[in-house]
């Protein structure tokens, strides 16, 4: 329950950190720092069943957060009800990441390292606009920057003037730039990949980094994953036939494609234009092509894969 005392923002005395999404969710929903604080301290706080962190509610501000002894990691934060129906106003917003926190392993999402205070790099659209203070898990690439670098990272979300892409918006323009379908979880990876690093920056579109890090087949980004699983939870797509494997089809249901149309028609025209014939020379290259595609022209993300030399001496045949 809330606490009957109000307790002001001023005797917030934590250490505050907090995800680009959460961010720039504070920039879409018009949500301070004082805002986080006095919600953490005077909210009522529920465990989210859904993923890491606890939920804390005061009046119209939801805050899902991590903690541990002075230190809070703000995972995300929104306003209920203050903007049009939108899938960003679907009770899944308190589901964050794949994984519980594991004892001694702080990192909230994919709980298999410690948490590093570094400098980590503001990628937007595969732009650079500066290196921040934070801590970043080494393992999901999961980056929590600091209070301070959290009002610079927010003042550059602010002067690209443009809305910025997340991660499961990406995913919407992706299959809406196509009448078919795509197959395979690792075809629709290296897609999603292509997509932010190639054609989203030649055409000047702001985009959330996913955090691509090398994995076992190359490429691969715990934010992509964990969107493709939340938009198939609210109904904006379908996923059938066997799971990993590439026989698995991605697809818009009927009210994913109402949502993707409205952000697909908000990208540049040359890019709408464009994005179809791109997605159907990725379709037809098939799991074997766009593999051996990305592998070539992306060494930086081949070191931890398994199938490396398979890839780029042998081909592939029958892998997702």
Wanted: hydrophobic letters at 30%; one cysteine or more; aromatic letters at 12%.
């Amino acid at each position: 329950m809330s606490r009957s005392r109000f307790t002001p923002a001023e005797e917030f005395h934590c250490e505050l950190n907090l995800t680009l999404e959460a961010n720039t969710e504070m920039i879409n929903d018009d949500v301070s720092d004082t805002d986080i604080k006095e919600s953490i301290l005077n909210g009522e706080k529920t465990e989210n069943y859904h993923g890491g962190g606890a939920i804390y509610r005061y009046g119209v501000i939801v805050v899902v957060a991590d903690s541990e002894p002075c230190h809070f990691y703000v995972i995300t934060v929104w306003k209920i009800n203050t903007k049009k129906p939108s899938y960003k106003n679907k009770p899944y917003r308190i589901r964050r990441y794949m994984r519980r926190k594991q004892r001694g392993l702080p990192c909230p999402r994919c709980g298999k390292a410690e948490l590093t205070y570094s400098t980590y790099p503001l990628e937007i659209s595969g732009k650079i606009y500066g290196e921040f203070d934070g801590c970043g898990c080494p393992n999901c690439g999961i980056v929590y920057f600091s209070e301070e670098s959290s009002k610079k990272i927010r003042e550059v979300l602010q002067s690209l003037r443009k809305p910025v892409l997340d991660p499961k918006e990406l995913i919407l323009v992706l299959l809406y730039s196509s009448k078919e379908p795509i197959r395979g979880a690792v075809c629709f990876m290296k897609e999603a990949f292509l997509l932010f690093k190639e054609k989203l920056q030649e055409f000047d579109v702001p985009a959330l980094s996913p955090n691509f890090i090398s994995y076992h087949y190359g490429p691969y980004s715990f934010d992509i994953d964990e969107a493709w699983h939340d938009l198939e939870e609210i109904g904006l797509i379908a996923i059938e036939g066997r799971r990993s494997s590439n026989k698995e089809t991605f697809y818009l249901t009927r009210e994913g494609k109402t949502e993707a149309k409205e952000i697909y028609d908000s990208l540049p025209e040359d890019l709408k234009k464009e994005l179809p014939e791109w997605r159907r020379g990725l379709d037809e290259l098939g799991n074997d092509g766009i593999l051996k595609d990305v592998y070539l022209k992306y060494h930086e993300y081949t070191d931890k894969s398994k199938i490396k030399k398979q890839v780029l001496s042998y081909g592939m045949h029958g892998r997702a």
